[in-house]
């Protein structure tokens, strides 16, 4: 007999103006026909929420951020037809993007295009219904970013959902829904890196540090790490890069030719006008730079146009893998141990404490990647 769920749970929620998240007791929401209720375990903590919070990219306020979550399955929506093999009481993680499978983008394949998602939840916090499964106590609009992970129970599509496999610690895989899944995207299929391949990744905070294994486990075999923090560096080296190099102390596109000569590919992970002009610069004849950083507002980067056209360079932009087939390979990759989720998860914060968590961020205190438990602080 299923267990009876609570009327109310809490949810660290972003009001006003200000970026600051606030914990409260709201409803727990109800999933509906092709939906899942999680009863959330772990919720990772990510850049583009702190961009959400800083008011750098347009979201609804009040809000529940949140967006690559691990959870338990307590409830399937009324009238689900297909559960995609999954049922309640399986352990999940959840992609942060939720492809609505009905699209001319979904249709064939590009869930990480898909209008859906960007035109309803990236736009006006909602589900593919034009509603939302959240509200405030007074019952008025509360919006999700993707599933609003924030908080004790979130829903989700049974689209973004893939299992997490046995002996994989659940709290630690929830980053394969935001963190596997775009290193997935970037690495896989927009950088298109092969074995033996050279790469750079400009920004090895929690996202770039993610494409150091993923580099590996596609065959890469020079890694070479650049950002303006040691600590980043000397994590980056103990996750298999193979050279780093300090971008506040040295230039580093000079750097990365004097010690490789250039790269196949090159990602740039901050979204910066500057470091993306550098990832472009890293690259040898022929090679590919990957753009996955997010940028603030309508932040801008001019690129040398002889350069590009001569020496046959390719400018891709990656926001995210595809979610229906790409998570259960993130999570395949992840059960080997060649992403290991263990070794990327650096702190562990409390839901009560997600304010400081991403407060944290924003300071740059964090080496790697941090996520937010339901259960005590690490």
Same mark, same amino acid.
């Given at each position: 007999?299923?267990?009876?769920?609570?009327?109310?749970?809490?949810?660290?929620?972003?009001?006003?103006?200000?970026?600051?998240?606030?914990?409260?007791?709201?409803?727990?929401?109800?999933?509906?026909?092709?939906?899942?209720?999680?009863?959330?375990?772990?919720?990772?903590?990510?850049?583009?929420?702190?961009?959400?919070l800083k008011g750098e990219v347009?979201?609804?306020?009040?809000?529940?951020?949140?967006?690559?979550?691990?959870?338990?399955?307590?409830?399937?929506?009324?009238?689900?037809?297909?559960?995609?093999?999954?049922?309640?009481?399986?352990?999940?993680?959840?992609?942060?993007?939720?492809?609505?499978?009905?699209?001319?983008?979904?249709?064939?394949?590009?869930?990480?295009?898909?209008?859906?998602?960007?035109?309803?939840?990236?736009?006006?916090?909602?589900?593919?219904?034009?509603?939302?499964?959240?509200?405030?106590?007074?019952?008025? +609009?509360?919006?999700?970013?993707?599933?609003?992970?924030?908080?004790?129970?979130?829903?989700?599509?049974?689209?973004?959902?893939?299992?997490?496999?046995?002996?994989?610690?659940?709290?630690?895989?929830c980053i394969l829904g935001c963190?596997?899944?775009?290193?997935?995207?970037? /690495?896989?299929?927009?950088?298109?890196?092969?074995?033996?391949?050279?790469?750079?990744?400009?920004?090895?905070?929690?996202?770039?540090?993610?494409?150091?294994?993923?580099?590996?486990?596609?065959?890469?075999?020079?890694?070479?790490?650049?950002?303006?923090?040691?600590?980043?560096?000397?994590?980056?080296?103990?996750?298999?890069?193979?050279?780093?190099?300090?971008?506040?102390?040295?230039?580093?596109?000079?750097? /990365?030719?004097?010690?490789?000569?250039?790269?196949?590919?090159?990602?740039?992970?901050?979204?910066?006008?500057?470091?993306?002009?550098?990832?472009?610069?890293?690259?040898?004849?022929?090679?590919?730079?990957?753009?996955?950083?997010?940028?603030?507002?309508?932040?801008?980067?001019?690129?040398?146009i002889t350069p590009l056209v001569?020496?046959?360079?390719?400018?891709?932009?990656?926001?995210?893998?595809?979610?229906?087939?790409?998570?259960?390979?993130?999570?395949?990759?992840?059960?080997?141990?060649? +992403?290991?989720?263990?070794?990327?998860?650096?702190?562990?914060?409390?839901?009560?404490?997600?304010?400081?968590?991403?407060?944290?961020?924003?300071?740059?205190?964090?080496?790697?990647?941090?996520?937010?438990?339901?259960?005590?602080?690490?």
């Open positions: 007999m299923p267990r009876a769920l609570p009327a109310t749970m809490r949810a660290a929620i972003l009001v006003g103006d200000q970026p600051h998240l606030e914990i409260a007791e709201i409803a727990t929401p109800t999933p509906r026909a092709g939906e899942a209720l999680l009863e959330v375990i772990a919720c990772g903590v990510c850049h583009t929420d702190l961009h959400v347009a979201f609804p306020r009040p809000a529940v951020l949140g967006h690559e979550v691990s959870g338990r399955i307590v409830a399937l929506g009324a009238g689900t037809t297909d559960a995609r093999g999954l049922a309640v009481g399986d352990l999940v993680a959840a992609g942060f993007i939720m492809p609505c499978e009905d699209c001319d983008q979904c249709r064939r394949g590009r869930d990480d295009l898909c209008l859906n998602f960007f035109a309803q939840n990236r736009l006006r916090g909602t589900l593919y219904d034009g509603e939302s499964r959240l509200a405030m106590p007074d019952g008025s +609009f509360l919006a999700m970013y993707s599933m609003g992970g924030l908080a004790e129970y979130a829903v989700v599509p049974l689209s973004a959902l893939t299992a997490i496999p046995d002996g994989l610690d659940p709290e630690s895989a963190s596997g899944l775009t290193s997935y995207g970037a /690495v896989f299929r927009a950088g298109e890196v092969a074995p033996g391949d050279s790469v750079a990744i400009v920004g090895v905070g929690g996202i770039g540090s993610s494409l150091i294994p993923m580099a590996l486990s596609a065959g890469a075999t020079t890694i070479v790490a650049i950002d303006v923090a040691d600590a980043k560096l000397d994590r980056a080296r103990e996750l298999g890069a193979t050279h780093v190099v300090n971008a506040a102390e040295v230039d580093p596109v000079a750097a /990365v030719r004097e010690l490789v000569g250039g790269v196949r590919v090159a990602f740039e992970a901050l979204g910066h006008p500057a470091t993306f002009r550098q990832a472009v610069g890293m690259l040898d004849d022929g090679g590919r730079m990957v753009a996955i950083g997010i940028g603030a507002g309508a932040a801008a980067a001019e690129v040398e001569r020496r046959g360079y390719h400018i891709v932009g990656s926001f995210g893998g595809r979610t229906r087939t790409d998570l259960p390979e993130v999570a395949a990759l992840a059960a080997s141990g060649r +992403f290991d989720v263990g070794s990327l998860v650096t702190r562990r914060y409390d839901l009560a404490e997600a304010d400081a968590a991403y407060q944290a961020l924003s300071r740059g205190e964090i080496t790697g990647r941090a996520i937010i438990t339901m259960g005590g602080a690490s």
